[in-house]
């Protein structure tokens, strides 16, 4: 692994400068706790991109699809533990056109947003929260290592992509720990930020309700990759 690939922690301090380049202190910018701040720099929320009918159609597929665990990728393998509680869901039925989608999404709309043009993205998955189900803090690219105090990545994944298919659950936020901001999500919201540490985030418990998202992650065309070839799961643009 090059050094390149590893990054100092990201902490930055309320009274210090904001790392979006914006000359204010992060506290007043990208990591302010105002209840009605907007999302800090990278982060792109676009409310009701997909129409409420699309979204219930597909969710009633998904209602009489089969699931199975999914866990965290530690070491090369993926493990199931307590940090992760949640299930994937087969897409059978709706998989070609969640696919479309999510290629025209990474074809056009993140590209226009980022600036930046993507290689491949990974096949999309759709997970389902249930009641108790949640996700640790966590960084979608990258692990900590402790005794170097630095974060490593291990995955060629640049940019993280979440689509909302329904709201009638409590609990359930996505929250971008070192950034003090709290998304709560209704019915065809489009989020997607960038994987690495500084957009760490935590998926809280779902309390009521089932809980249904598209995910998927992609690799910038021009971005120096840990890996020597694509991901076995991925699709080119």
Same mark, same amino acid.
Request: charged share 25%.
């Given at each position: 692994?090059?050094?390149?690939?590893?990054? #100092?922690?990201?902490?930055?301090?309320?009274?210090? #400068?904001?790392?979006?380049?914006?000359?204010?202190?992060?506290?007043?910018?990208?990591?302010?706790?105002?209840?009605?701040?907007?999302?800090?720099?990278?982060?792109?929320?676009?409310?009701?991109? =997909?129409? %409420?009918?699309?979204?219930?159609?597909?969710?009633?597929?998904?209602?009489?699809?089969?699931?199975?665990?999914?866990?965290?990728?530690?070491?090369?393998?993926?493990?199931?533990?307590?940090?992760?509680?949640?299930?994937?869901?087969?897409?059978? %039925?709706?998989?070609?056109?969640?696919?479309?989608?999510?290629?025209?999404?990474?074809?056009?709309?993140? %590209?226009?947003?980022?600036?930046?043009?993507?290689?491949?993205?990974?096949?999309?998955?759709?997970?389902?929260?249930?009641?108790?189900?949640?996700?640790? =803090?966590?960084?979608?690219?990258?692990?900590?290592?402790?005794?170097?105090?630095?974060?490593?990545?291990?995955?060629?994944?640049?940019?993280?992509?979440?689509?909302? =298919?329904?709201?009638?659950?409590?609990?359930?936020?996505?929250?971008?720990?070192?950034?003090?901001?709290?998304?709560? %999500?209704?019915?065809?919201?489009?989020?997607?930020? #960038?994987?690495?540490?500084?957009?760490?985030?935590?998926?809280?418990?779902?309390?009521?309700?089932?809980?249904?998202?598209?995910?998927?992650?992609?690799?910038?065309?021009?971005?120096?990759?840990?890996?020597?070839?694509?991901?076995?799961?991925?699709?080119?643009?």
């Amino acid at each position: 692994m090059q050094q390149r690939f590893m990054t #100092p922690a990201f902490n930055p301090t309320p009274q210090g #400068p904001c790392f979006c380049g914006s000359e204010k202190a992060f506290g007043d910018c990208c990591g302010s706790r105002a209840a009605d701040r907007p999302p800090p720099v990278g982060v792109h929320v676009k409310r009701g991109f =997909l129409e %409420p009918g699309q979204c219930a159609e597909w969710v009633s597929v998904l209602d009489r699809q089969k699931g199975e665990q999914t866990g965290t990728f530690s070491g090369g393998e993926v493990r199931v533990n307590e940090a992760r509680v949640t299930e994937r869901v087969f897409l059978g %039925p709706v998989e070609e056109s969640v696919t479309a989608l999510m290629r025209d999404i990474f074809s056009t709309t993140i %590209p226009a947003a980022m600036g930046r043009q993507i290689q491949w993205f990974e096949r999309p998955q759709i997970l389902r929260y249930r009641r108790g189900s949640h996700y640790r =803090l966590h960084a979608d690219s990258e692990r900590y290592i402790k005794e170097r105090k630095v974060w490593q990545k291990t995955m060629d994944r640049d940019v993280s992509l979440l689509l909302y =298919l329904n709201e009638d659950f409590s609990g359930g936020e996505l929250s971008f720990f070192a950034m003090n901001y709290v998304f709560r %999500p209704k019915v065809g919201d489009l989020l997607f930020f #960038p994987s690495d540490h500084r957009y760490a985030h935590i998926a809280h418990e779902v309390t009521g309700g089932t809980r249904y998202v598209i995910v998927s992650w992609a690799a910038y065309a021009d971005e120096p990759k840990v890996k020597s070839e694509p991901t076995w799961n991925s699709i080119a643009i």
